[in-house]
């Protein structure tokens, strides 16, 4: 069998707590933007991607005690899992399962919340760890009794793409037989006021794509899936195989990409490469597609070098999500397996016009259609480009 | 099986890189321990180092020192362990963005916040566009790179790569470690760490790269054998991890002869060391570095540093000593690291 299978898969972010509001939301096309009500900001004026659910929530809904000490991050992390653990055929993760998370910002919406606080305040000292990601990682393999390989990847927006990415090839290497893969992120004032600073979030709903596009939404989220090993899965449900995948540097500019694309093209052609697939092999792309005037262009321009005139159906799903960031590959690796299990295709919302230079029209409406193979990109700062490939169980 | 070695090595930390040939090690009276200036100048254009965090100025300086050793002018890959990330920048916008109530903000220390920005500047800087990730897991951050490296090699398909390590200190959130507990109380000097008896460590910046390739060559210090990251173990289950960890590789506890402790003078989490110490190497020669350099999170870079160094020079610098048990000839080295008691690493390396 070619691949490395995925056996569950768990979601909350703001098209649905669970991955059948999530299937829902996407089929009719209901986007999850909104303002900021949860995140206590003063940039109001700015839509975001926002789980209506507030962190007491949550900790209620997973029974916490009231003192714990689990960031936002975690939070939804554990909420995700806890649907992945529902559908993987286990009641609870053998020992020997491991957890690579990916997070761009991980704790930091306590630094922030507390950034005055520590000094004074010792019952808020709890959260001086939660700063550096491996504190949220440990939290959730903590609420899952994970104890051996637990680490975190942190490569901005293409965090959790990578941590899939490492995941397979642990399993592929025989380091790991079971493995937990993908990431969570939550709304920070931090990042919102980051990319505001950066000029590249927009005031409206993202159009990715378009013409008249200007600038992204932010979006959090939890988003896991479970790698297995051919012998681990005997005659359990596979939703879905990672057949490739590649990583790749810009190697350009710290936060903008290249006009070539260079870095999102080596990324998509080393995947193709690993999954040993044409580039017409490819029915579907979910592109990462932030909306942003220099994001578009440079992976349009890469799409192009790769697939030349003739483009497979292509959309990016931000626009329902909002872009969760480190979280964003596994969001849309999920979005990836439900459209191969289901031959659907998502659309690319509030696209209106093609842009002039490369003149790519994205899929903007619901269909319904056989999709064998996916490929989705995750592109970061710091010039980091990941493309993965998932295929049908056959 | 395929082999990887580590061809060159560079390290940035408290102590000056000639402390093997210099038996007076810098001491300090503070419980925060800045990394020694060195020539960043030599070898980072002026104007780009003015820009520059300490996190990207010692990966950079670290990464150009260990590929030039090595004879690499571009790997194939850039993998990086920092449990903290570019925190300057970090603390910079954040504090800003607070002062000014979410007010007009420069986008320039946002940029440089991610905790891959030192990864990708060494990207850019070398040009190299090749695999490009950064782990960022506490005290197994650097592991984890290790353990991404070995991957690489596994398929073959690229000789080269550039593995680091590197954590910097900034005011504001390196002080909050000190109302936490992670930072000692009392101020001491960095050589008594281990007579302290009390609470807490001392904390400092550094950061250690590797060139490692599939072939070895004129400047090899050692061969990487295999690494082991584990979240939790249970202060009773720590042997036979341990012996796991060596029986997969075809080893026994008998078999090693330095190990390298990331013992930090912190009375609740020592008592790891101290067990091996006593017990499964007790009759081996015991390394310990933390007295000199200070502990963050990616500091088993530098015992990875100080390993390649004993295995290629053949000797042990009094100094780094735990006991007196000397070691002549040294083959094999285990390092073994953890942080207030969980991510705990092991690293193995091989006289080449």
Redesign the interface.
Known sequence: MRGVAVTGMGLVSAIGNNIGETHDSLKSGKDGISSPEILK???QELPVGEIKLSNSQISDILKLPECHSFTRAALLGILAIKELLSNSGYSKFPEDTG?ISGT?I?G?DK??EH??D??DH?EY??Y??A?????T??KI??YYD???????????CSSSA?AIM?GA??IE?G?LKRVIVGGSDCLT??TL???????ILSNEKSKAFDKNRNGLNLGEAGAYIMLEAEELIRDKRVLGRILGYG?????????ASSENG??AY?AISQALNKAKLSAREIDFINAHGTGTRNNDLSESVALKRIFGDDIPDFSSTKAFTGHTLGAAGAVEAIFSLLAIQNSELYPNLNFNSEMLETELTPISQFQKKEINTVLSNSF?????CTSLIFQKDV | MYKIYINGISSVSPQSEDIFENDFPQTYNENILPARNVDYKALIKPMMLRRMSKAVKMGLYCSKKALQEAGVIKPGAILLGTGQGCMQDTEKFMSNMLENEEGLLSPTSFIQSTHNTVAGQIALDLKCKGHNMTFTQNSASFETALLDAILLFGDREIQEILVGGVDETSREFTGFQRLDGQIKEKYIQNLDLFASGTTGTIISESAAFFSLSSESNASTYAELKDVQIINRVEKSELNSKIEEFLFRNKMVPSQIDVVILGKNGDSRFDHYYEDLQQGLFSKKCQVGFKHLVGDNNSISSYACWLASKILKEKKIPKIFKLNTINCNTPRNILIYNQYLGRNHGLILLKSH
């Open positions: 900001t003063n940039l957890f761009s991980g930091s630094t922030e950034f005055y520590y000094k010792p000292r709890k001086i760890q700063q550096h990601p491996g504190f990682t440990g393999a903590e994970l104890k051996g390989v637990v680490t975190t990847i942190s490569t901005a990578n490492m090839r642990m290497s380091k004032r931090f006021n980051g990319f505001n600073s950066l000029k990583n790749a540097n810009d190697a350009f500019h710290q936060t260079e870095g080596l970061g700062f710091g010039g980091n």
